[in-house]
Each structure stands twice: as C-alpha cells, then as structure tokens.
C-alpha cells in the first residue's frame, strides 16, 4: 500500500469503507478512546471537522483500547458516547488495534510513513493523529498531547496545497 486511499476499513457500525472514498480529501486519521484524560479532545476534533469539512477535509476516529483499556465498550456503546457527550459527527470506524501482531494495516502503514519521536514506530497512546494530504500521503503525524485546535495552520495548508 502506497497511500491512503488503498485501504479499506470498516466503520462503527459494520460497513466496509474503502478510504478511496476520501480520495483528493484532507484526512486526519485518530486513534481515540472514550475514557482517557484525552478524551474532550472529541470537541475539539467535531470543531475542526464543522470548519474545515466544507472545505475537503475530514476526520477519522479509531477507537482503540490497548491503551489503559480506556474503550472497552461495544461499537453501539462507543457511538452513543461521542454523539451524546460530544456531538460528533464525523465518521467513526469499528475499534481497531495499533500496535503489535495485530495492528491495522493502516496504522502500520501510518507509522512506517511517520515515525514518532526519535524515529519510533509504536503509537505511544490514545489520540495520536496523522494529517494527510490530498495525495493520500502522510503530512506528519501529532501527540496525544497536540490539542486539536493547534493543528489548525497544518489544515489549512494541506487544503491549500
């Protein structure tokens, strides 16, 4: 796989998705959880996906609990969740794995493309993004810790490019 619009995944609610439906979008791909001290970043996530949807831009959430067990909910529970607590609308996909033997064919490629700090591969927590560009090739991935109002400028000139 050479870039995001070869994969395939499925959404939260069982249907196959292949990403070549994003083809020419601006993507940031998430893996979240829905009891993490990261977990208000929801709000600032829908924000981003309100203001830049309209102008070819979308996020993509993967719950995912290998971290702390901080989602150990069913895909309904994980919906209800965000939708009630955070009004999310953006597309949520079915709870994937990160990290290990059973990763996601996509995070492996995401880490391969963007390797995180001093060059690790491993996804170090919930909440780790990665922005990609029109071309389905990866812009750079951000920390946990990256709030998602600060990848605003990154955004825009991926959507201007």
Not at 11 to 31: F, H, T
Not at 48 to 68: A, D, R
Not at 120 to 144: E, H, M
Request: hydrophobic share 40%.
């Amino acid at each position: 796989m050479t870039k995001l619009t070869d994969f395939e995944v499925e959404s939260i609610n069982g249907e196959r998705i292949p990403l070549s439906r994003y083809a020419g979008q601006v993507v940031l791909v998430v893996n979240t959880a829905s009891a993490c001290g990261f977990t208000p970043q929801f709000a600032g996530l829908q924000r981003l996906y309100e203001k830049y949807g309209p102008k070819g831009f979308v996020v993509l959430g993967f719950p995912c609990n290998q971290f702390g067990g901080q989602d150990p909910g069913s895909a309904e529970e994980i919906a209800t969740f965000c939708t009630r607590n955070f009004g999310v609308t953006f597309p949520m996909m079915a709870k994937v794995e990160v990290n290990g033997p059973n990763a996601h064919p996509l995070f492996e490629w995401l880490k391969e493309q963007a390797p995180g700090l001093l060059g690790s591969r491993a996804i170090k927590w919930n909440f780790t993004k990665f922005l990609v560009g029109k071309d389905g090739q990866v812009i750079r991935r951000y920390a946990p810790t990256d709030a998602p109002e600060t990848l605003e400028r990154d955004i825009e000139a991926a959507l201007a490019a």
